[in-house]
């Protein structure tokens, strides 16, 4: 019998969570042993693995930003040989880590499961933040990641700027696998009635929604920005962000809705458990990254039927809302499931120094505006949806993972 151990930093409601989250379910439901390990535990996590209380274990319940520089040293060193300890106890068959720091300490436990790692994001963007992690992992991809068996790459343009821009080593490791999905179960959710009046109030208006990590990486101040445009024609729109995340980052949103005089008009409703049925009753999904992978909220926004606004940060997302092969976007191209606008990442990752309206930005506001506009779009998705979200299906994806490349 396999026994598989799901491998990941955080249990928030993030993508790669989410993720972990279908593979943990779908291997349960197939008769599979399967444990998930949370580096860090959190009160506040929406994603559980708990089934019968004994899946879900830990490495620490005090998060990054509360340990001291020396726990945090600790915490790295121990964290490798506290799984290799786990996974033979549990005499673990099969490992998926989720995220750099899962696959790094994955590689570093010297185990003998069939190990798999996972690149979720245009790692040669995020490596533009010349972190001490950063530094580390990339230095990983080659040296330690020779004890992977498989690096799955979520998107085909992940895989190419491993290959061209990140040093990565052990090319023959590489697998493009698209991230897989639930659709049945992401519809039943998604059919539940939003029970808060004051949210219900909300989503009586046109809605323009945001859902993930309020975080550099999605530079949600252009969203902001583009927003103020959409306002001065549809001023009874509302802008939702649902998740949390990077507090640096929320003050200076909160910043520029007071300066521009939004805060009326963009609302935070935090983590959902349920992000779904917002998502149906949304207008338009939008997301303005600076970069990105396969995005699993784009795919979750066409099985829903919403059409999607993005930035084109990465071809990965033009794999998900296209059905021909887009390599270029210097105006907003219409799609199958919505609309992509110009790359609005100018080299730099970091809040702005500057709040001048970029041309992007602009862009961005139009293709938002032109979705509003028109139930069109919406009846395109519906017409392409099968087509569409075909290739993520979860039992072909979820049993590829556990395959060894041909």
């Known amino acids: 019998m396999k026994r598989i151990l799901l491998l990941m930093p955080?249990?928030?409601?993030?993508?790669?969570?989410?993720?972990?989250?279908?593979?943990?379910?779908?291997?349960?439901?197939?008769?599979?042993?399967?444990?998930?390990?949370?580096?860090?535990?959190?009160?506040?996590?929406?994603?559980?693995?708990?089934?019968?209380?004994?899946?879900?274990?830990?490495?620490?319940?005090?998060?990054?930003?509360?340990?001291?520089?020396?726990?945090?040293?600790?915490?790295?060193?121990?964290?490798?040989?506290?799984?290799?300890?786990?996974?033979?106890?549990?005499?673990?068959?099969?490992?998926?880590?989720?995220?750099?720091?899962?696959?790094?300490?994955?590689?570093?436990?010297?185990?003998?499961?069939?190990?798999?790692?996972?690149?979720h994001a245009l790692k040669s963007v995020e490596f533009a933040n010349k972190s001490f992690f950063n530094t580390i992992f990339k230095k990983s991809y080659r040296t330690s990641y020779k004890n992977l068996d498989k690096v799955v790459c979520i998107s085909k343009d992940i895989k190419t700027d491993l290959i061209d821009n990140c040093n990565f080593k052990f090319v023959e490791k590489l697998e493009v696998i698209y991230n897989p999905h639930n659709f049945d179960e992401i519809n039943r959710l998604s059919d539940l009635p939003i029970t808060d009046k004051n949210e219900i109030d909300i989503f009586n208006n046109p809605i323009v929604l945001f859902i993930g990590r309020i975080c550099i990486q999605k530079s949600p101040w252009h969203l902001i920005k583009a927003f103020y445009l959409v306002l001065k024609e549809y001023p009874e729109t509302k802008l939702v962000f649902i998740g949390d995340g990077d507090k640096k980052v929320e003050n200076y949103v909160r910043s520029l809705l007071s300066k521009y005089d939004m805060e009326n008009s963009v609302i935070f409703l935090g983590r959902k458990n349920n992000p779904y049925n917002y998502l149906k009753q949304s207008n338009v999904l939008a997301l303005s990254s600076h970069y990105e992978g396969t995005p699993n909220v784009i795919v979750e926004s066409i099985g829903v039927g919403t059409p999607v606004v993005s930035s084109f940060c990465t071809r990965g997302i033009t794999e998900l809302m296209s059905l021909t092969n887009i390599t270029k976007v210097d105006s907003n191209i219409e799609v199958a499931s919505g609309i992509v606008s110009p790359n609005l990442f100018k080299g730099d990752l970091g809040i702005p120094e500057s709040e001048e309206f970029l041309e992007e930005e602009k862009y961005l506001s139009e293709a938002l505006k032109s979705v509003l506009k028109t139930s069109d779009f919406k009846q395109n998705l519906k017409k392409h949806r099968f087509e569409l979200i075909q290739k993520f299906d979860l039992e072909v994806v979820s049993n590829r993972y556990l395959q060894p490349i041909k």
């Open 10 to 119: 955080y249990g928030s409601v993030g993508g790669m969570e989410r993720l972990a989250y279908s593979f943990y379910r779908f291997y349960k439901d197939n008769g599979y042993q399967v444990k998930a390990v949370k580096f860090i535990k959190l009160e506040s996590d929406i994603i559980h693995f708990d089934h019968e209380g004994n899946d879900e274990f830990f490495l620490s319940n005090k998060d990054f930003s509360e340990m001291s520089k020396l726990e945090r040293i600790q915490f790295y060193f121990k964290a490798p040989i506290r799984l290799a300890k786990f996974i033979k106890k549990e005499r673990i068959t099969h490992s998926i880590a989720f995220g750099d720091m899962a696959n790094l300490f994955s590689s570093l436990t010297f185990t003998n499961e069939f190990k798999v790692g996972s690149i």
